[in-house]
């Protein structure tokens, strides 16, 4: 896919569309959309093999402010629809954009499908642990007892975690980042279109009309180092505001200690993104308040991708078959004449 | 060897019942084949349970198949039976009723046991008592002879067992006068790599046909000769067969890749089979993890440039309803295949049932106009699904195709068509030209947008569900433009009655009665009226192929008929169609059992009218 022939290079306002963008103010959508459109023009795609295609929710609107091919279908099936788009032309470099509900929700069976089968899509989840296009009732990734307009006396959903979910679904890339992050963010958006197969990226997005600060302790300056993980593949896993914090394994259980007192980086987990098995850990560090939130690659492996195989076995039918006769396929095997 | 009588006869209507585990199905498609092979006309109908196994010798395991084969034209697999041959007493139990009076009944004596009549509900043993005294009994212990017939070879007794259906083809081979070695040559290429099995069954079905010859009991033979057919080459065809025959045609015709996005579901499934042995025809067909993903992968491929299809039944359709309304709204071809059956909810999935026709007219939110199209026979199929992406390609569109299960899974002969006789499906992209692309710019006549593909540099464009500007395509809500689109989607619609032909008329233009039908009923109307006409009534028939819309020579050929009466296989949809466009007082038949319509059944709804 990547074509490296495009005559003229393409900047950020190649793929800024005429239309008026109408997210609420200070929503984190907008800087979700200013890195798309400023890593886009890097990833050697010529302008017209982007597909953005989109379900339902304040996420969803994407596409119309892309000036690309766009595609705003219907809730929770923007998944199946890609893959369509996929399979009809594997030479597409197509994204998905979703949010919390739209993918966990009503949506859920559509991504963990896409996710096992790793078609070579790219899936972009918002994730604001609320729903805000219908004005703010709890989404499969809030917390559990959360007050909304839909539970006044609390929650009664215990969240999903979205990395568990699509390393469960057998997902070959896994990743997450949040949206004020802005180089972080463009250096996964460009992990993401590098990988091929399916790709997940998480993105904590703040949405600050129904659930504002919901990531407030990975944003602040103040606090947002010790409670960051910044994962980087073949390197000890150092975070805090002084480096000084590590995780290390203690039998099965990932613990936080601190660095000079008798523990030294040699002793802490490296991060590996290609091993599963810390992956999963690393997916839980979310459900432990004495852990960090790992941003970044936390899982990807190499595996055939669905419409490769697809082209595969057409091209195998026909050296075996040969093309297809179809006047012959009319007639089957038994005909009998009528003078 | 006994001298036997040969009889001539015109049509023979026999049926096939036994154990779903007994090859029934089998027996039933080599008669078929045979039967076409000496140039009979043909109609035939499976009639199998929904259970995959349910137990051996239970009511609800019994499976059947039924066949009409002819000298003279036909157009059903018949209704009463001449001959039927029950396999054990649940078959005998279930399919009796509809065996005439003095006609002929085969069974397998040895399948007669205390439990298995007790399983069937049989008080005593019909075999025994006066119970079946109004028939020609055979009663045979079928696999006492298989036994005795291979004692010198080396297989097992349950190989001999499973045999059994082939000493019955064999016999009724005999007893119609038809070649076995069809059959045996058909054996040797299925069981190539197991030779014990083309012998096995070789041998039972000699052993059946000569029984026939031997046996002092068969004293008549019957003769049924070749039909008149038209000229040419024929195969047999099945219903969901040629359906998918029809797409891979309109995939080469119109040049573009044929996509398949589908999920299995009774009896829509075999046309997903079928497709996906096309892989050297380039065909790409997607399994997907339920209705929804398959129809929404076959609009995504669809926004992608390819021939785009989708097929279910009742309970599918449903959950398709929301996506094939995003087809609507933005204008991507799209052939949804509903292979109707008895609903509501999971109703009787292997049932036949017409029930649909709304669920497609009216079965999204909003005003969600579609074409809807209707084969009328096996064969005809084909031409509808070619026909329906031919439409939904010039037309920018998703089209519907309501066949249901007595077409999907019936079969008749088939004059195979020249793809140059075919109409030539026409494609054109958009390409690009000065100043911006407009998604939503319409054809004059047709009113079809543009198709732009992605890939294609300067076409860049968003579509989706919510309500489109005219011409741009972008976002509005302006109520002007709203009541604009409902139109312009509704006037697209509409003006594709100048693809349907003039209406046809089976019996005289005007008279007492017209009985107006569509999709699989079109057999036993046909049949019924060509009996009814025979007795000098004023009788004729028209057979809709267009649901959406109506032909429009249909308002004028009403008002030349007295009377019209609609059967349909549902509580009566169309007739309310019919009413409120044309309002004129249609009179309805409502049978809505699972099966298709009896000429008798028709005929004596007319005999009531007139």
Redesign the interface.
């Known amino acids: 896919m990547t074509d490296t022939s495009a005559a003229t290079p393409l900047s950020r306002k190649d793929f800024v569309s005429d239309q008026d963008v109408r997210w609420c103010p200070g929503c984190g959508d907008y800087s979700i959309l200013a890195q798309t459109q400023k890593t886009m023009p890097d990833l050697g795609v010529p302008k017209e093999k982007f597909v953005f295609v989109a379900g339902i929710g304040c996420s969803s609107r994407f596409p119309y402010y892309m000036n690309a091919f766009g595609f705003h279908t219907i809730h929770g099936r923007a998944p199946a629809i890609a893959t369509g788009v996929k399979i009809a032309n594997p030479d597409l470099s197509v994204w998905v954009i979703t949010g919390d509900g739209d993918a966990l929700s009503i949506g859920g069976n559509h991504l963990i499908h896409v996710l096992r089968r790793n078609v070579d899509i790219n899936i972009v989840m918002f994730n604001n642990q609320i729903y805000g296009l219908t004005k703010g009732q709890y989404s499969p990734t809030s917390e559990f007892g959360k007050k909304t307009k839909s539970s006044p006396f609390g929650s009664l959903d215990r969240p999903f975690n979205p990395p568990s979910v699509a390393l469960g679904a057998q997902s070959t890339f896994v990743a997450r980042t949040i949206d004020s992050h802005t180089h972080h963010l463009q250096e996964m958006l460009k992990r993401v279109h590098e990988h091929k197969g399916t790709s997940f990226l998480e993105v904590y997005q703040n949405c600050n009309i129904f659930n504002d600060g919901a990531f407030a302790h990975l944003k602040d300056r103040e606090v947002k180092d010790d409670n960051v993980l910044e994962l980087k593949h073949g390197e000890p896993m150092i975070f805090g505001k002084e480096k000084n914090k590590g995780i290390r394994l203690n039998g099965f259980n990932p613990e936080m200690v601190k660095i000079g007192t008798g523990i030294s980086a040699d002793d802490l987990l490296v991060h590996d993104e290609n091993n599963r098995n810390l992956a999963g850990l690393l997916a839980n560090f979310t459900e432990d308040d004495s852990l960090p939130t790992p941003l970044g690659v936390i899982y990807s492996e190499d595996q055939p991708r669905y419409e490769e195989l697809m082209i595969e076995q057409i091209e195998e039918a026909k050296k075996k078959l040969g093309e297809g006769d179809l006047q012959k396929l009319l007639a089957g095997t038994d005909t009998w004449e009528v003078a | 060897m006994a001298e036997k009588n040969v009889e001539k006869i015109e049509s023979v209507v026999i049926r096939f019942a036994g154990d779903s585990g007994d090859g029934m199905q089998l027996m039933g498609d080599r008669f078929t084949?045979t039967s076409?092979?000496v140039?009979n006309d043909l109609g035939t109908f499976p009639d199998f349970p929904a259970e995959i196994r349910a137990p051996a010798g239970s009511l609800a395991g019994v499976s059947a198949f039924q066949l009409q084969f002819s000298s003279k034209d036909i157009f059903t697999p018949g209704d009463q039976l001449d001959a039927l041959v029950a396999m054990n007493p649940a078959a005998l139990k279930m399919h009796i009723k509809d065996l005439k009076t003095g006609g002929i009944l085969i069974v397998n004596k040895s399948n007669f046991t205390a439990k298995n009549l007790k399983m069937a509900g049989w008080e005593s043993n019909p075999l025994e008592d006066d119970s079946l005294m109004d028939y020609m009994l055979y009663d045979i212990e079928i696999s006492r002879l298989l036994a005795n017939a291979t004692e010198d070879m080396d297989i097992t007794s349950k190989t001999v067992e499973r045999s059994k259906n082939f000493f019955g083809l064999g016999l009724l081979y005999w007893m119609y006068g038809r070649p076995i070695e069809p059959t045996i040559e058909w054996l040797k290429k299925k069981f190539k790599k197991r030779p014990e099995l083309i012998e096995a069954n070789t041998r039972a079905l000699k052993t059946g046909y000569n029984f026939g010859d031997i046996t002092e009991s068969f004293a008549t033979q019957y003769e049924v000769g070749?039909a008149p057919?038209?000229?040419?080459?024929?195969?047999?065809?099945v219903g969901n067969h040629a359906a998918g025959?029809g797409l891979?045609?309109a995939a080469?015709s119109s040049g573009l890749?044929l996509?398949f996005?589908g999920y299995p579901i009774t009896p829509a499934s075999d046309i997903l089979h079928q497709l996906s042995h096309?892989?050297?025809?380039?065909v790409?067909t997607?399994q997907?993890?339920?209705e929804?993903?398959g129809v929404?992968?076959?609009?995504?491929?669809?926004?992608?440039?390819?021939l785009?299809v989708t097929a279910s039944s009742g309970p599918g359709i449903c959950l398709k309803g929301?996506?094939i309304?995003?087809a609507v709204i933005?204008e991507l071809p799209l052939v949804v295949l509903n292979i109707q059956r008895a609903g509501p909810s999971t109703g009787m999935p292997t049932k036949t049932e017409q029930a649909d026709f709304f669920l497609s007219m009216y079965g999204r939110n909003g005003e969600s106009p579609v074409p809807i199209l209707t084969p009328a026979t096996p064969g005809d199929c084909f031409f509808i699904a070619y026909e329906a992406c031919r439409i939904a390609l010039k037309y920018m569109t998703p089209v519907f195709v309501l066949s249901d299960a007595f077409l999907a899974n019936g079969s008749e002969p088939w004059i195979?068509?020249?793809?140059s006789d075919l109409q030539k499906i026409e494609v054109s992209f958009a390409e690009k030209e000065d100043g911006p692309y407009l998604p939503y710019e319409r054809d004059e006549k047709s009113l079809a947008r543009q198709w732009a593909?992605?890939?294609?540099?300067?076409?860049?464009?968003?579509?989706?569900?919510?309500e489109r500007e005219h011409i741009s395509g972008?976002?509005s809500y302006d109520p002007d433009n709203h009541d604009l689109m409902v139109k312009l989607r509704a006037q697209k619609v509409a003006g594709m009655i100048r693809e349907i032909p003039p209406t046809e008329i089976y019996g005289d233009s005007t008279g007492e009665l017209l009985i107006i039908g569509w999709g699989s009923t079109f057999g036993a109307i046909r049949t019924a009226v060509m009996s009814l006409r025979d007795d000098g009534k004023s009788v004729s028939q028209a057979h809709l192929k267009w649901l959406n819309p109506l032909p429009a020579d249909l308002g004028e050929i009403l008002l030349r008929f007295q009377t019209v009466l609609i059967p349909e296989v549902n509580s009566g949809q169309l007739i309310k169609l019919i009413r409120s466009e044309f309002l004129i007082d249609a009179i309805g038949l409502n049978i809505v059992r699972g099966e298709p319509y009896r000429k008798s059944q028709i005929i004596e709804k007319v005999e009531e009218i007139l």
């Open positions: 084949s076409a092979l140039g070749p057919f038209e000229s040419g080459t024929y195969r047999n065809i025959l891979l045609a080469q890749p996509f996005g096309y892989r050297n025809y380039g790409k997607f997907a993890e339920d929804i993903a929404g992968s076959a609009i995504g491929a669809s926004f992608t440039g390819n785009s929301e996506a309304g995003l933005s195979i068509p020249q793809l593909v992605p890939g294609t540099a300067g076409l860049e464009h968003r579509i989706g569900g919510l972008n976002v």
